[in-house]
């Protein structure tokens, strides 16, 4: 019978330590950072904070906002749903204004109804899936652009190199089979033949039978929409087989490990479409906060777009508090959707549409190099 | 007819490390009944200690390619065989008169465990092992393309088998081995330390999945923290296939996983390429329960 | 028997307090763990009560949060609703595989239900027939209502998911000692014996995993109608592994073993959050106490005493 108080202690015990969250006392302005700091994209969580604490850093050695210091509330959502939920509803419970976050699609659809019946502004950082923004959330922001922005680029790009017949290849996942199902459709309407259309396994690493497969299709041009890991083993071994084929991806493919894994002699001649690269930020703000990012953390430079967008999803909020003298989120939100509101931003300015979504051309499109360079291409 | 000759290459040449890797599944398998499901992470953790051999101690650079690559694999090979040893002192000994699931799920914990471990030590970022180590270079079969890492690989799980199976079934040691797999009491009747032989197994089995850690590592370059689950999955498939618990069934297993793989992705769809190596998993147990070299033994009458 | 009455009511009262006294946040893990419970209850009728080794559960589960899904979305039967529904197709899809596989032994089952797991989220991820929305899944579900009343918040969701928790509790322990139960006893310890006896054991195991299968619909129905969005990611094969080990752990074959099973792995994650220092280690100290819980209590933390029969008890004392 030991086992049964053993299991009421168990639960008094879950109650006292889950309650220990919530005695906190509320003075500064809390805004929420919902990141993956563990699970499959930990690398990106990872830079979310350091990047979003060193912005607020910055601030609070300024003064703060309104006079309250800024304070900002950390919660893992794993890289995946479920977690994301639970970490929605914490970060629900504990204060906050407004919260940045997060990177994956599916991961940010978790969590969206949550901070909006819970009147939270949410500015999405990686999440470029579309439906996102088509629900008339009221409160939901997102500082990367869309799907069907990228799909539009891609599809442009490789009709400008003047290919005739495309392999697509994506990796099942709802963000990257989103974007080749969206270039599908545009390749075709400007009459290009897609060749061949199907997904590899995320996670598995010889795709030696797929590139086989592919290459009795005879494509002209391969787009790939996953991301870099798998891309970088394709690259590899397509090498290994002599075949020369352009291969042209998506900006999941935007990390300077693509070329590590990948070998800079497969690597050379690959071009992705992406939002510009930190180093190619042409503003003086960002180079002087990539300068401080450096002293600060061992001088590491922040390899992911996505991570900097974290940084610009935190300088929309601060900035509407700024603009609104307040921390109510209706204030918030209807000035981050008035068009002429511009933001300074990492990125360059950020301004948002009646949806939500970020306004204006972000893409660009990417060669890399003999050296392995991610090389800036003329429009 | 030449894309389907290649394709079984592809096949033979991906199966030949699912074989690897579970020669090792099965050969605990075949001594404790265990699905050692941390296996795959051992086999990860192979992959891992390689590449810090190779690039913080400069394995390769000191004692020149061909030394350096034998170091290599001896230093790892140990270096994993340890760790099963230990793993199986502390999760699975004290289980081993228990429920047969609770030592799976020992293993399952072992598994979080040592990929966590590894997580923690070498942080979530893909690491990449340097490059040049295996001459990336293809050999032309009969018009074929076929990169050599692709032929060695195969040829060190075939003699890594045939060692194997030698081992077992020549040496006195490979004797004890199976007589503990019969039946453990009836072994100890007749002297033999049932202890040491569990533990040499531990010591042979997951030191096999650390050199085919460190092989994937080699000729793929790239290992990250969660890679020993999708093969550890793989592995064990590829075991039960050729019927788990027999060595050459579990290259046979292996090699005709790989091949119905990149069949399935060639003929059909490369999404459903692991549905339907399932599927032909499932039809096949159907037809031979216990797996393709399985022996049929009655239950329990 | 006293005093485990004493401690079922203890547990019920501290768990009717639960919404009354903790914000959403620690309400919504008590829901998770409360959908697991669900989940290991129907797998232990298999797992645990029937001896069946089965580590592809997720499955079944997909199978009625999607039927669940489809059938609210496009048809706008309401949630609830769907709930026998998503039941019985789960029920049936149990049926229809295990059949064929149901004389598989061991390990080699447990290899075919984790092909069927796979099979199922290959198939949902590929948009199969055209219904299951590939990779995004189907989102705008609606909110489920139940007389008029909508739930909508953790606190309302509390209320359906554990007030199903206990219908099922009740049930599981009445089958238990119902013939149904003493047969799966029977065919688990021995299984020729049974077999000797007259059981049909083949019926009763399929039997036991049609029931297990429609329960673990269920409760996929109840995870759709709380999440409103459901993605083929969401029943994956950890997912699985998951409810096996909370059986397991727990001490399969016992309903109160399973249910703190299901506290200690949906739970133990979520109370190392709140070290913050930890957060990179969260799972490296669960992956632990993992195995020290299954190196210390080797039968799982609470395992099924043996069956008790009244008049044996009378004559031996």
Not at chain 1, 19 to 37: F, H, K, S, Y
Not at chain 2, 110 to 126: C, D, E, H, P, V
Not at chain 2, 182 to 204: E, H, T, Y
Not at chain 3, 301 to 309: D, G, Q, S, T
Request: glycine residues 12%; aromatic residues 10%.
């Amino acid at each position: 019978m030991g086992m049964k108080r053993m299991l009421l202690w168990g639960c008094a015990l879950m109650c006292t330590v889950l309650g220990m969250g919530t005695a906190w006392a509320a003075e500064p302005i809390r805004i929420g950072l919902m990141a993956p700091v563990t699970g499959a994209w930990a690398s990106e969580g990872e830079e979310m904070r350091n990047i979003v604490n060193l912005l607020a850093e910055e601030l609070n050695a300024q003064g703060g906002l309104l006079g309250r210091k800024i304070e900002v509330v950390l919660e893992d959502d794993g890289g995946d749903p479920r977690t994301a939920s639970l970490a929605a509803q914490r970060l629900a419970t504990q204060g906050i204004v407004a919260v940045v976050g997060t990177y994956g699609s599916s991961v940010t659809e978790a969590s969206q109804s949550i901070y909006d019946e819970a009147s939270i502004l949410q500015i999405a950082t990686g999440s470029t899936s579309i439906r996102l923004s088509e629900k008339n959330l009221k409160y939901f922001f997102r500082t990367c652009p869309r799907d069907d922005d990228q799909g539009r680029v891609a599809a442009q790009t490789i009709q400008k190199m003047g290919f005739k017949k495309v392999a697509i290849l994506h990796d099942n996942t709802s963000y990257a089979k989103g974007l080749a199902d969206e270039s599908q459709a545009l390749l075709k309407k400007s009459g290009i033949k897609v060749v061949f259309f199907d997904a590899l396994t995320p996670g598995e690493r010889d795709f030696t039978a797929i590139l086989t497969k592919m290459k009795s299709a005879d494509p002209e041009v391969i787009f790939f929409t996953g991301y870099y890991p798998e891309l970088g083993l394709i690259l590899r071994q397509k090498k290994e087989i002599n075949w020369t084929i352009p291969v042209v991806g998506g900006d999941a493919t935007n990390n300077p490990d693509l070329v590590k894994i990948a070998g800079k002699d497969a690597a050379e001649g690959y071009y992705f479409v992406s939002p510009p690269i930190p180093k190619d930020l042409p503003y003086e703000k960002t180079r002087a906060f990539l300068k401080n990012y450096g002293d600060k953390y061992n001088g590491a430079v922040p390899g992911s777009i996505w991570a900097v967008l974290a940084g610009d999803a935190f300088l929309s909020i601060t900035d509407a508090i700024k603009a609104t003298e307040s921390t109510d989120v209706n204030k918030m939100a209807q000035y981050l959707h008035k068009s002429e509101h511009k933001t300074s931003g990492l990125t360059g300015e950020i301004g948002f549409n009646a949806k939500g979504d970020r306004v204006g051309d972000v893409y660009r499109v990417y060669r890399v190099d003999a050296a392995g360079a991610f090389i800036l291409q003329e429009q | 007819m030449e894309e389907f000759f290649q394709q079984l290459t592809n096949g033979l040449a991906v199966g030949g490390i699912y074989a690897l890797i579970a020669l090792g599944y099965t050969m605990v398998y075949g001594v404790l009944k265990l699905i050692n499901f941390a296996h795959g992470d051992l086999f990860a953790l192979g992959a891992y200690l390689g590449l810090t051999l190779l690039t913080s101690l400069g394995l390769n650079s000191r004692v020149g390619p061909l030394a350096g690559l034998a170091l290599l694999v001896v230093f790892v090979t140990g270096l994993v065989a340890l760790a099963g040893a230990l793993l199986e002192r502390a999760a699975y000994r004290p289980l081993r008169q228990s429920p047969r699931l609770s030592a799976v799920v020992s293993a399952l914990g072992a598994s979080i465990f040592i990929q966590n471990t590894i997580m923690l030590i070498y942080g979530s970022k893909i690491h990449v092992y340097p490059k040049g180590i295996l001459p990336a270079v293809a050999v032309n079969i009969f018009g074929l393309q076929v990169p050599l890492v692709r032929i060695l690989v195969f040829v060190v799980s075939l003699l890594l088998m045939a060692a194997l199976f030698a081992f077992i079934q020549k040496t006195r040691l490979g004797t004890a081995i199976r007589a503990v797999a019969i039946d453990q009491d009836a072994a100890r009747l007749m002297g033999i330390n049932v202890d040491q032989v569990i533990m040499i197994v531990f010591l042979i089995g997951p030191g096999l999945g650390g050199v085919a850690g460190l092989l994937v590592g080699l000729y793929y370059g790239q290992v990250n923290f969660t890679m020993g689950w999708i093969y550890g999955l793989k592995a064990f498939t590829a075991a039960i296939l050729g019927g788990i618990g027999n060595i050459p069934g579990a290259m046979l297993g292996g090699l005709i996983l790989g091949v119905i793989e990149a069949l399935g992705a060639a003929y059909v769809s490369v999404a459903w390429k692991d549905a339907i190596a399932f599927l032909v998993l499932i039809v096949i147990l159907i037809a031979r329960p216990k797996g393709l070299l399985g022996e049929r033994v009655a239950d329990k009458i | 028997m006293n005093r485990r009455m004493w401690g079922i009511i203890a547990f019920v009262a501290a768990m009717a307090a639960v919404p009354f006294c903790l914000n959403p946040y620690q309400v919504d893990v008590f829901n998770n763990i409360g959908l697991y419970a669900l989940l290991a209850l129907s797998l232990n009728i298999i797992l645990g009560d029937a001896g069946m080794y089965n580590m592809g559960h997720a499955a079944f589960y997909a199978v009625g949060a999607y039927t669940a899904a489809f059938l609210n979305t496009q048809l706008g039967i309401g949630i609830l609703w769907t709930l026998p529904i998503s039941g019985i197709l789960a029920g049936l899809v149990g049926l229809v595989l295990a059949r064929p596989v149901i004389h598989l032994r061991g390990d080699y089952l447990l290899i075919v239900t984790v092909g069927v797991g796979e099979i199922v989220r290959i198939a949902l991820i590929n948009n199969v027939f055209g219904v299951t929305g590939g990779p995004n899944g189907i989102f705008g579900i609606a909110r489920p209502v139940f007389f008029g009343f909508k739930i909508a918040k953790p606190h309302e969701f509390f209320f359906l998911i554990w007030g199903f928790v206990a219908l099922t509790v009740l049930l599981f322990s009445s089958l238990k000692n119902s013939r149904f139960g003493r047969a799966l006893d029977y065919l688990r310890e021995d299984h020729v014996a049974a077999e000797g006896s007259g059981i049909d054991t083949a019926r009763y195991q399929l039997l036991a995993f049609m029931l297990g299968a429609a329960w673990a619909g269920m409760a996929g129905c109840l995870y759709a109608s709380k999440m409103s969005i459901i993605s083929p990611e969401s029943f994956n094969f950890w997912e699985s592994v998951v409810i096996f080990i909370i059986v397991i752990l727990g001490g399969s074959g016992n309903i109160a073993g399973v249910i703190l099973g299901a506290f200690l792995i949906v739970g133990l994650p979520e109370l190392f959050r709140e070290f913050k220092a930890f957060s990179q280690a969260r799972m490296w100290f669960f992956g632990l106490a993992m195995m020290i819980m299954m190196v210390f209590r080797t039968e799982g933390i609470l395992p099924p005493r043996p069956r008790v029969f009244k008049d044996i008890d009378r004559n031996v004392s």
